[in-house]
């Protein structure tokens, strides 16, 4: 990290270190996949299960598939922040409590490293895919999302 990063940035960083989780999966480890179903459409996701996963998230990534995604899942429901340092692609982020979508960030610019993205109320899962995919496939707050571990399946 430069040492002249914005405190703002250097906070996020510290709020993400800070995060409990699963322990950090063998280095070159294939991630776990998730079945992801909003309404009658299923995205096949990357699971980040572990505080590592979760930290790199698609960062370093050049193409992320139609019907795919990564999935992000918390033990607690809280105001789980994002942000885009090395991001190469454009997301859509849904943050997701109890089986509803509570809020969508649609077409999330790459690039960005410096603005930190929430949603207005607590979440225990969030999920990127490509951007514009929430509103191609009409999903809006208040959606039913729900999930299963395991080999998901592109619509």
Known sequence: MRPHAPPLLL?????????????AAAPGA????????????????????????????????????????????????GLHAFWMPDMHIDIDILWIRAGRIVHIEGRVPHGDAVTIYRPREPADLVLEVPAGTAERRGWRVG????????????D
């Open 11 to 23: 906070l996020a960083l510290l709020l993400l270190g800070c995060e409990r989780d699963a322990p």
């Open 30 to 77: 294939a991630a776990p996949r998730a079945r992801v179903t909003i309404g009658v459409h299923v995205i096949d996701a990357e699971l980040a299960d572990t505080a590592e996963r979760k930290q790199r998230g698609l960062s370093g990534r050049t193409y992320l598939a139609d019907g795919e995604g990564m999935l992000f899942p918390y033990d607690e429901p």
């Open 143 to 154: 959606d039913a999302a729900s999930w299963t571990p395991g080999p998901g399946r592109r």
